[in-house]
T-cell receptor, first 112, second 115 residues
């Protein structure tokens, strides 16, 4: 257990469904991140939140909608996804860049 | 532009042999460098970091990395590889052009250690 918890671990959803991924950390970190990891591709940074404010959105399609209600929780709301959105979605948090990130175990998403 | 490169997609090593996973970087500020390991269907786990100090950094599971400023490299090494070291390895560098301290990750190197 790293201190960053992601739920669910696995998710299968249809293209018309709406679902949410959850990330929770009680490490006292003030920055949280969503990454997408597809097979045979590098990590893709999706969103960055610092002190609950979104500071980066890397041209992510609007079918992905992040939410950060407080510094401990981060959500990724999903709707009308495409099969190519199937991937491992990783959440990470950090307090200070000198100690890097702490990652969750990820949510394996399959869009059918 | 700031970047980090891992020139090898895959590294194959026999168990008991030394291993090296390569990483080079380009940054506008001080190079704060990290190595992470990822096992199948898991998140990334921190291995070691270089912020300042000795060029040889020791980390988890017997891994170490050597910071070389002149060659802008931060190669990951282990004297004797284990089959259980087989995983995906990521090098990362702090993004100085981003106030939030975001890390820039390399594309990853798959390490395969055969018995």
């Amino acid at each position: 257990e790293t201190g960053v918890t992601q739920t669910p671990r696995h998710l299968v959803m249809g293209m018309t469904n709406k679902k949410s991924l959850k990330c929770e950390q009680h490490l006292g970190h003030n920055a949280m991140y969503w990454y997408k990891q597809s097979a045979k591709k590098p990590l893709e940074l999706m969103f960055v939140y610092n002190f609950k404010e979104q500071t980066e959105n890397n041209s992510v399609p609007s079918r992905f909608s992040p939410e950060c209600p407080n510094s401990s929780h981060l959500f990724l709301h999903l709707h009308t996804l495409q099969p190519e959105d199937s991937a491992l979605y990783l959440c990470a948090s950090s307090q200070d860049w000198t100690v890097g990130y702490t990652f969750g175990s990820g949510t394996r998403l399959t869009v059918v | 532009a700031q970047s980090v490169a891992q020139p090898e997609d895959q590294v194959n090593v026999a168990e008991g042999n030394p291993l090296t996973v390569k990483c080079t970087y380009s940054v506008s500020g001080n190079p704060y460098l990290f190595w992470y390991v990822q096992y199948p269907n898991r998140g990334l786990q921190f291995l070691l970091k270089y912020i300042t100090g000795d060029n040889l950094v020791k980390g988890s599971y017997g891994f170490e990395a050597e910071f070389n400023k002149s060659q802008t490299s931060f190669h990951l090494k282990k004297p004797s590889a284990l089959v259980s070291d087989s995983a995906l390895y990521f090098c990362a560098v702090r993004d100085w052009e981003n106030q939030g301290g975001k890390l820039i990750f390399g594309q990853g190197t798959e390490l395969s250690v055969k018995p």
